[in-house]
């Protein structure tokens, strides 16, 4: 045997070679704990709509993600081989960094499934919300009901109460978003608004400047969840697009849906009016995700699988 190969009796690549076989075992694993994760839009702030997209490192049969207080399962997109899903930041939400956790199990094969978990951290900023100086006026059973007026404002309360906050598990929407009527935009998301010169609660939806009979469109696919008149929305449709997405259409003077009908994007679902707390004929909408209100333009904005 060679014994320049050899110093103290042992081979004097074996460094190297121990070296070498080091690395080589620890680069499956750090290959392994690889995630990609991204958010659209990648500012967000309090109020926003955000569509997260994941690349696992392994081949997953499911992914769930858990988001400020949120639990939600991400759809499959074959075209980019990436996981996806709808949340969103409620308007409560302080500035600061949130975590999105992963979970994942990776498809059955020739070897057994397993758990994987990642996180990453998202900013979130304060959104800056228009404060609206002008004093609107409504009539005064809006402001100051009568008992039986005061009883009808509590059924309309349990009604939303009842079905607002469903969340059913198929996701029903697909692709973007789209405007319910061509107009324009007379009342933005979070501003705050003065009635008979009390301020209100911030505007949690988004208004259209349209005159009565106005046809108003589905903004996505869905299951019509709620088509019945309440005391401050009036003629009220609510979508529900799945997995605790709801789309909400109010005022409307006439219905073109009926409850637990299935309707496509684009689809007539009413028209508009100015019925319940109204100003004068508008189109006010609004999105809401699970319990929580979310700004519509911003959806409107997303490029979505």
Request: hydrophobic content about 40%; overall charge positive; charged content about 20%.
């Amino acid at each position: 045997m060679n014994s320049g190969l050899f110093r103290g009796g042992f081979p004097k690549f074996l460094p190297w070679a121990l070296t070498f076989l080091l690395l080589s075992a620890a680069l499956p694993r750090a290959f392994a704990a690889t995630w990609s994760v991204r958010a659209q839009p990648t500012h967000l702030v309090n109020g926003s709509p955000v569509l997260f997209r994941v690349k696992p490192p392994s081949r997953l049969k499911l992914v769930k993600g858990s988001w400020i207080g949120h639990e939600f399962a991400f759809s499959f997109d074959a075209k980019s081989r990436t996981w996806f899903a709808l949340a969103g930041v409620s308007m409560e939400t302080a500035p600061g960094s949130y975590a999105l956790e992963l979970s994942g199990e990776t498809a059955s094969g020739k070897t057994p499934a397993r758990q994987l978990a990642f996180t990453r951290k998202f900013a979130v900023a304060r959104g800056k919300y228009p404060k609206i100086e002008v004093k609107l006026s409504v009539e005064s059973k809006f402001t100051e009901p009568t008992p039986e007026q005061q009883k009808e404002i509590e059924e309309g309360q349990q009604i939303k109460k009842d079905y607002l906050n469903r969340v059913t598990p198929d996701r029903e929407w697909l692709g973007s978003f789209a405007a319910p009527a061509e107009a324009t935009i007379s009342d933005v998301f979070g501003s705050e608004r003065m009635f008979n010169g009390k301020t209100s609660s911030p505007h949690l939806g988004l208004d259209f400047r349209v005159p009565s009979g106005t046809s108003v469109e589905a903004m996505n696919s869905g299951t019509v969840l709620l088509a019945r008149p309440l005391y401050f929305e009036g003629g009220f449709v609510v979508i529900d697009h799945g997995q605790g997405l709801l789309t909400l259409y109010m005022h409307l003077s006439e219905f073109k849906v009926k409850e637990g009908e299935q309707v496509k994007r684009g689809q007539v679902i009413g028209l508009s009016g100015g019925t319940g707390r109204a100003t004068g004929p508008h189109l006010h909408v609004a999105v809401r995700w699970q319990g929580t209100y979310l700004d519509p333009a911003a959806l409107l904005k997303l490029r979505l699988p």
